[in-house]
């Protein structure tokens, strides 16, 4: 096995390299009679488009989507669904160097260790081209979700790149699309843009911190020992190129709390319970409040850089290396389309399994 498959009742299998004629993905689960096309999949695609600010690697991808199965007169017929996206900008050449060599910090070594054979061709499979497929199959669970749970709603947005932090008493969801960071706080944007250019001259990187919030999740999905929701939620956060930690609702602060500040106190309301707080991030015991959920992740520095590095090659011999190609200063920036994606995927398999398992109903308060 290759383990390139995600999900248990909505699942998508990956497929394609970096460097390729194309990449794709192969989605099944989806109900039938749901309506999509490629142009509502591409709007997802073009928010990770690479090239579309000074920020990012210029790599010049459209990364136009074509739906090959699975959707017939604009609907989902309940067959497997088969997306395809071709590269159009290759550069194998930047990579020649590296073809016995193993870049710092890259799944170079790792690969060659275990399968005695790599595509050094930007990453090949290692690389973060592959999450094109994944935002491109989280779109298809977007649309299933719009269908499903009208009043869902998955934002991604940057907390943190470098030194650069959110100002959460400005935080504005609605200043996202207007900058190049998905940044809530429109005042900001600016400085960050100047680190990042600092950064980036300087021929170095920088990670960042992103941040989920999930919105009109009804309760009751996940459930008890092993799939529970935030498990699959932080392993498709994990799955993410570059992603060395997770954290839900407080998180790693939970460790500082007594149990009086971080249980979540629970009042009647007109509607149902009402929670006093969100120190759990909208989960309990792996299964969903009806809370917001928040969640948070932290991606590395790009490995790529163009400031000399100490490696080995093939041989076992000690080299300096410089990495070639275009490459994103922060990737982070990039990363958050995909966990928007990859939680569309988590929630619309859990919405699934909860359906099988209980038919949607809930127990009674009051």
């Known amino acids: 096995m290759s383990y390139n498959t995600f999900g248990r009742e909505f699942r998508f299998t990956t497929w394609g390299e970096s460097h390729g004629p194309a990449l ?25 488009r690479p090239g579309t600010s000074k920020h990012t690697t210029q790599r010049k991808e459209p990364d136009q989507v074509r739906i090959l199965s699975g959707v017939f007169e604009g609907r989902t017929t309940g067959t497997p669904i088969q997306l395809m996206i071709e590269n159009t900008d290759q550069r194998s050449k930047d990579y020649g160097d590296i073809a016995t060599s193993f870049r710092p910090g890259h799944a170079d070594i790792a690969y060659h260790l275990k399968y005695g054979i790599r595509d050094y061709r930007g990453g090949g499979r290692s690389s973060a081209r592959e999450t094109a497929a994944r935002v491109a199959a989280g779109g298809v669970a977007q649309a299933v979700l719009r269908h499903l749970l009208p009043d869902l709603k998955i934002t ?26 998905f940044l809530p706080d429109a005042t900001a944007a600016e400085a960050w843009s100047d680190y990042l250019d600092g950064i980036r001259k300087s021929q170095n990187s920088v990670g960042a911190a992103v941040e989920l919030l999930i919105e009109g999740c009804p309760p009751g999905l996940g459930a008890p020992v092993y799939a529970k929701l935030d498990t699959d939620l932080a392993a498709a956060m994990m799955s993410i190129n570059a992603v060395k930690g997770v954290e839900i609702g407080e998180g790693m602060a939970a460790a500082s709390l007594t149990g009086t500040a971080n249980a979540d ?6 509607h149902g319970p009402r929670f006093q707080s969100n120190h759990a991030g909208g989960i309990l015991g792996g299964i969903s409040t009806g809370q917001d959920i928040v969640l948070r992740f932290s991606v ?11 490696t080995i090659n093939r041989m076992g011999e000690e080299i300096d290396l410089i ?37 949607g109903v809930r127990g009674e308060i009051g």
């Open 24 to 48: 794709g993905v192969t989605v099944d689960g989806v109900p039938p009679r749901v309506e999509l096309d490629e142009t509502y999949i591409q709007q997802f695609l073009d928010r990770r």
């Open 156 to 181: 991604g947005y940057m907390v943190q790149m470098g030194e650069m932090r959110l100002n959460r008493d400005r935080f504005d969801p609605a200043a996202i699309p207007g900058n190049p960071f």
């Open 265 to 270: 106190e629970i009042r009647m309301g007109n």
């Open 300 to 310: 590395k520095p790009t490995s790529s850089i163009t400031t000399p590095r100490k």
């Open 323 to 359: 990495t070639k190609g275009r490459h994103d200063p922060c990737v982070g920036i990039r990363a958050v389309p995909v966990a928007e994606a990859m939680a569309a995927c988590v929630l619309l398999d859990h919405l699934l399994m909860d359906r099988a398992q209980t038919g």
